[in-house]
């Protein structure tokens, strides 16, 4: 987090180590908003500074912030009832990584009577410091989501052999959205990509199948290695994309536009069409054998 910007807010309780906070902040090199309030004689409400930090995070014009009052739990109450907020109250070490690994919590809720600065200040860099871990904890995590039903959702791939990895990526993306649109790359597409033994399964058999499938709203076959025109033309509000690869080095690597939101589906452990046919041929080596 160490290259976006930081808002920082409190009440009157949390204002002495709002300010030490946001000094060691500035020190070692982070961007960061202090909002207020700056005295701490002034008594305050702490919902309406929870409130005001929020509404930024939530217009993406901040990617985090530090909320902290007396407990951090009347700051935590207030920001987790905006739907694009995680905020995490973290009285010690061993929760701070967490609640990012796990929960990708984008909010941290500080209490400035529960513990000493000192371990405010630990707490807050063990936090920061921690990457949200990705794969199993994508779905757990939308799953706290307030979705628009009418969002329209694509996702690609050649979809050669359906299996449970499959299945799953497409239930995870329908539940996204109100409309889901696959995209498979065309036979000729196909073996540009995998080889003249693939796919086992014509682009006709292949978008047969998806639409067979109750989450599936549309099929396209696009002619291309990569469905960068596709993508674009039909402008979807979500890009649901399978594998270790983060959303940053996806838009970059595909040229996906910032107006997408990019969502991460983890592969499905020893699933895959590979694998898939490699059985298939042994079997039929095994048959041959006896």
């Known amino acids: 987090m160490k290259n976006k910007i930081i808002i920082l807010a409190s009440d009157h309780n949390g204002v002495k180590l709002k300010r030490k906070l946001h000094a060691s902040l500035k020190q070692k090199g982070y961007s960061t908003v202090d909002i207020g309030p700056y005295e701490e004689k002034t008594k305050v409400d702490y919902v309406d500074y929870a409130n005001q930090l929020c509404e930024i995070i939530s217009n993406d014009d901040a990617s985090c912030g530090i909320l902290m009052c007396g407990t951090g739990v009347g700051m935590s109450i207030a920001a987790n009832r905006f739907s694009k907020i995680r905020a995490a109250l973290v009285h010690n070490i061993q929760t701070a990584p967490k609640s990012r690994e796990h929960n990708d919590s984008n909010v941290l809720c500080l209490g400035s009577w529960i513990n000493r600065s000192e371990n405010n200040e630990e707490i807050l860099f063990e936090w920061l410091n921690t990457a949200f871990g990705q794969g199993r904890h994508v779905k757990r995590v939308e799953k706290l989501s307030r979705r628009n039903h009418e969002n329209i959702v694509f996702t690609n791939g050649v979809f050669d052999i359906i299996h449970t990895g499959h299945i799953e990526l497409l239930n995870f993306a329908k539940s996204l959205g109100n409309k889901l649109i696959v995209g498979i790359n065309s036979d000729k597409a196909v073996k540009k990509l995998k080889g ?35 993508r674009e033309n039909l402008s979807p509000n979500i890009l649901v994309k399978g594998g270790e690869w ?14 997408i939101e990019i969502k991460i589906y983890p592969f499905v452990k020893n699933y895959s069409t590979t694998n898939t046919i490699k059985k298939i041929y042994g079997l039929g080596s095994w048959q041959k054998k006896s």
């Open 196 to 230: 003249d033994n693939r796919p086992i399964n014509s682009q006709a058999d292949r978008k047969k199948v998806l639409e067979s499938l109750g989450m599936v709203d549309q099929v396209i076959i696009f002619d291309d290695i990569q469905p960068h025109n596709i």
């Open 246 to 259: 983060t959303k940053e080095e996806i838009r970059e690597r595909d040229g996906v536009s910032e107006n």
